[in-house]
């Protein structure tokens, strides 16, 4: 089979499930997983770019897709004018103060010829506690601003959609942070670097009430779509509706999940479209040639560090633009659901099915590996029904029962496994 | 000024579970370090080896606690242990068979096996998770205490008491046995110098007549009883979660590659390192500063350094700083 051929036929099947489920279970449920199909293939884009144009290895997706949902609630959340009021400066304050200690240690660590060390820790010690003297206070202020609704300074209120760039903005700044230190290092040792800074922001995320409101989570984010109630309250609406014979509750919500699909879709394929044009650009194939072989692509005079920081950067970038995307879709930004398996492992099985280093592969692995993981819930609970359906009630039964939605994280590493052994350049393989 | 008081708050809060915890992770980070100086991959799935282990034997337990099995002051999960080691033994030498072999032989690089790991993970992650569901399980029985806080006040008559925990204390013997036994093992029995051998330089191992397939497995069950004991004594210790077990993964490896990867005595030292840069960076000093200090300088707040939810952070930035200053670890591990 061409690759063309393959690839239409594998896209079909993705078209040919997504609308299957439309008629077997729901249209709602149908559009629910297309959204969240399309941006799982964007965060899987991005994730090939550093995997499979670089051999990155980076599992901390989660903290991009997590700085990017962070994006929305800066962007788009009004702010909380009584609690910038309380004590919003003196925060600035104190990361200024925060900032400045760094810049600080950095300086006295590059000029000072002895005695460096010790000075440079007697700086970080006495900068640390002048930082937390002068935030702490901000922060209890602000957390005290009204704690059961607020209690947190809000965002900037600018329409939504900016924090889908400003997501990625965010999450390379991060990037270019994390870059900078961990690039150097081994393939094991930037995977470990990664996870450990992916679990950092998201417990920061977790923990900052003043920033994120923690686990309170923030709800109610400005969307960028028509709301349902006010849809079905709208006259011409209705009508055409209820003249296309569907009922116009139901109606309201496949229109809003329709607008925020060709919205993502939109995305994805801007996106796809860059990527490709990067990958087969001279500089995509010099990030090929320097994953293949770093010692000779460096004795061709690439800066192989440099080119791995850009890749990384972009990469991440493309995950936070996701993870803001996701949070605006959800309409919330809840810190305590980010899981690493979810967010992190879950999108490397999506770009290792799909084939890494092919964009398209990504895509593809993206909205397949996202339809599985919804629907092996109810499709193992309807395993375990047929599998128990002979035995007497009792608490074994219950118990298994109750595991079916563990099912998901068993398929999900069967098929990893399965894929690497059988098919280890995926289903769309590099070209 | 009080230092007696001081030092026993110390002791209590700081050093007696910073010696705990340090045993649990340096017996984890041995496993991880095993994997890595023999199989030559960072095992990611060690997490939940780990929490595979402890399962079996909290299953075993609840068993024996039925039958009405009991040790006395010792928690019953002691006499579970070897079922607990047998089974996961069992279950990583069905996983190399069926996953790990494979790439072994077409000699795979390093990477591919990292994420091959990551699938078994997975699949760890889901069996768990499907027998024994995502919840916590607390299984420790038998005494509680040692030596309770009120008793240790009244026989020295100090006013700050000094708790010492049955678990506590059955860590860090437990942790002492498994070290002096693994590194007699390694050190002093033919098995064990051949797989010093082959982690060394497995080419030479392998003209010297050195059988690989015999190194893996004696590592791989070496391995599984390492995660066992670790996992259970966590268990003990704190409570059993099964995503818990998968976070541990950070401190561990962070252990193994402070101490150097591939090098067993590193692995321990990185283990305590990191426990009690966590635990000291995570307590609240007031107490302790409370009675070093006069009165009048007494500190009014906690005297937290950061809150316990950050302690992954602490473990990251000794693992970066180490890194970034000494890349193959303190005790010089080894790279492929």
Redesign the interface.
């Known amino acids: 089979m061409s690759e063309t051929a393959r690839k239409v036929a594998l896209f079909g099947l993705v078209v040919v499930l997504i609308v299957g489920t439309g008629m077997v279970q729901s249209w709602n449920s149908a559009l629910l997983i297309l959204n969240m199909g399309l941006i799982s293939a964007v965060m899987a884009l991005g994730l090939n770019l550093q995997w499979g144009f670089a ?1 990155l ?1 980076n ?1 901390g997706v989660m903290g991009f897709v997590a700085l990017g949902g962070l994006a929305t609630v800066l962007v788009a959340h009004p702010p909380v004018t009584e609690a910038w009021s309380a004590g919003g400066l003196r925060i600035l304050a104190g990361l200024a103060t925060g900032a400045g200690v760094i810049v600080a240690a950095a300086l006295v660590l590059k000029r000072l010829r002895r005695h460096r060390t010790l000075a440079v820790i007697a700086v970080l010690v006495v900068g ?1 506690f002048l930082f937390r003297w002068v935030f702490d206070g901000g922060v209890e202020a602000v957390e005290a601003v009204n704690p059961a609704s607020t209690g947190f300074l809000g965002g900037l209120g600018l329409p939504v959609l900016l924090a889908w760039p400003i997501g990625g903005v965010l999450a390379a700044g991060a990037a270019w942070i994390i870059g900078k ?2 690039l150097g ?5 930037l ?3 990664t ?3 992916a ?2 922001i998201v ?2 995320m ?2 900052e009430d003043w920033l994120t409101r923690g686990v309170k989570n923030v709800i109610g984010l400005p969307r960028p779509v028509p709301n349902e109630i006010d849809l079905q309250n709208t006259p011409g609406f209705v009508e055409n509706a209820t003249a296309i014979g569907i009922d116009p509750v139901t109606a309201s919500t496949l229109w809003v999940k329709g607008i925020y699909g060709v919205l993502f879709a939109m995305v994805l394929i801007l996106l796809l479209f860059l990527a490709q044009r990067a990958l087969h650009s001279p500089w995509g194939r010099m990030m090929r040639a320097i994953r293949d072989n770093e010692v000779a692509a460096e004795a061709m005079g690439k800066d192989v560090i440099g080119r791995h920081l850009q890749i990384f950067i972009l990469g991440s970038a493309v995950c936070g633009i996701a993870g803001a995307m996701m949070t605006t879709l959800d309409g919330q930004l809840t810190p305590g659901t980010y ?3 979810r967010f992190t ?1 879950l999108i ?2 999506m770009v ?1 099915v799909g084939g890494s280093g092919n964009n398209f592969g990504a895509v593809l692995g993206g909205m397949l590996i996202w339809f599985a993981w919804v629907q092996v819930e109810p499709a193992g609970l309807w395993f375990l029904q047929t599998l128990t359906s002979g035995m007497a009630e009792g608490p074994l039964k219950t ?1 298994l029962l ?2 079916a939605a ?9 098929i ?2 399965l894929v ?2 059988f098919s ?1 350049r995926g289903l769309i393989p590099e070209r | 000024m009080d230092v007696l008081n001081a030092l026993v708050a110390l002791l209590n809060y700081v050093l007696v579970p910073g010696i705990t915890y340090g045993s649990q992770l340096a017996i984890g980070a041995l496993g991880v370090t095993l994997v890595y100086g023999i199989l030559r991959f960072s095992n990611f799935a060690h997490g939940d080896t780990m929490a595979f282990g402890t399962m079996v034997t909290i299953l075993a337990t609840w068993g024996l606690q039925s039958m009405g099995v009991s040790l006395g002051p010792l928690p019953t999960a002691l006499l579970a242990l070897p079922l607990g080691i047998a089974a996961t033994a069992l279950l990583v030498l069905a996983t190399d068979r069926m996953v790990y072999r494979f790439y072994r032989r077409v000699r795979a690089k390093p990477v591919i096996l990292v994420i091959v790991s990551i699938g078994v993970m997975f699949v760890m992650n889901g069996v768990v998770r499907l027998i024994i569901g995502p919840e916590d399980q607390r299984f420790a029985d038998g005494a509680r205490f040692l030596i309770t806080a009120r008793e240790f006040k009244q026989w020295t008559g100090l006013s700050e008491g000094l708790a010492l925990r049955s678990t506590q204390v059955l860590t860090i013997v437990t942790a002492i046995i498994v070290v002096i036994a693994l590194f007699w093992f390694l050190n002093r029995t033919r098995t064990g110098k051949s797989m010093r051998a082959y982690s060394d330089n497995e080419d030479l191992a392998l003209l010297s007549g050195i059988n690989p397939e015999r190194v893996v497995l004696v590592t791989w069950l070496i391995v599984a009883a390492l995660a066992t004991v670790a996992g259970v004594l966590y268990g003990l210790d704190k409570s059993f979660r099964p995503f818990t077990y998968f976070q541990l993964l950070l401190p561990i490896f962070a252990s193994a590659i402070v101490g150097g990867l591939g090098n067993p005595l590193g692995a321990i030292a990185g283990g305590f390192l990191i426990a009690f840069s966590e635990v000291t960076v995570t307590y609240a000093w007031k107490k302790v500063l409370g009675y070093l200090l006069p009165d009048s300088m007494a500190p009014d707040n906690l005297v937290q350094l950061l809150s316990t939810d950050y302690k992954f952070a602490v473990s990251f930035v000794i693992l970066l700083i180490v890194l970034l200053f000494r890349p193959t670890g303190l005790f010089r591990g080894k790279s492929v």
Do not use: C
């Open positions: 051999g290895f599992i640390f230190t961990a290092l081994r393939s094991d040792y995977a470990i670097a996870l450990g800074i679990e950092i417990a920061v977790k923990n899981q690493p398996l492992f490397w099985v290792i118990h109750d595991s563990h099912m998901r994280l068993l398929t999900m590493g069967v990893l496994l690497l052994r280890p």
